[in-house]
């Protein structure tokens, strides 16, 4: 994972100069972006480096949630199909939704970029 978020650009900005790249738990992992440009670098290699110690990354299982007021622009891919967009995921036992997470980030003096991340899980 460590090679997946080595970029100063990858995550959200989290406490100002602090970067949050991806919260893992278990076999779990929720990548975090500003751009989907980005999600989609960082996924790719996130699916590279699982690769090379044998592990694959599941397409079913694998959704990404926009965290915007625009359509998305670009599908994110992995093994060169596009992953399914959700307005709603659940991620250990908590359901996230993008109208909530909306809401949350619209009470937080973020700058505006930030409501543009993206999170795969």
Same mark, same amino acid.
């Given at each position: !994972? @460590? ?6 650009? +990858? ?7 602090? /970067?949050?790249? =991806?919260? =893992?738990?278990? =076999?779990? &992992?929720?990548?975090?972006? *500003? #751009? #989907?440009?980005? @999600?989609?670098? !960082?996924?790719?290699?996130? #699916? *590279?480096?699982?690769? $090379?110690?044998?592990?694959? &990354? ?6 990404? !949630?926009? &965290?915007?007021? /625009? ?5 994110? %891919?992995?093994? $060169?199909?596009? &992953?399914?967009?959700? #307005?709603?995921? %659940? +991620? ?6 993008? =109208?909530?997470?909306?809401? $949350?980030?619209? %009470? ?5 970029? $930030? ?5 795969? %899980?």
């Amino acid at each position: !994972m @460590c090679r997946t978020r080595d970029k100063p650009e +990858y995550g959200i900005i989290w406490q100002k100069q602090n /970067r949050l790249t =991806d919260l =893992d738990f278990a =076999d779990d &992992i929720a990548i975090l972006a *500003e #751009e #989907e440009n980005v @999600c989609q670098e !960082m996924t790719t290699k996130l #699916e *590279e480096q699982s690769a $090379q110690v044998g592990l694959n &990354i599941s397409r079913e299982k694998t959704k990404v !949630m926009g &965290i915007t007021q /625009r359509p998305s622009s670009q599908p994110i %891919t992995i093994a $060169q199909s596009n &992953i399914e967009y959700v #307005e709603r995921f %659940t +991620y250990l036992g908590s359901v996230i939704s993008r =109208d909530e997470m909306l809401k $949350q980030i619209s %009470t937080l003096d973020w700058p505006k970029q $930030q409501s543009r991340s993206l999170s795969t %899980t």
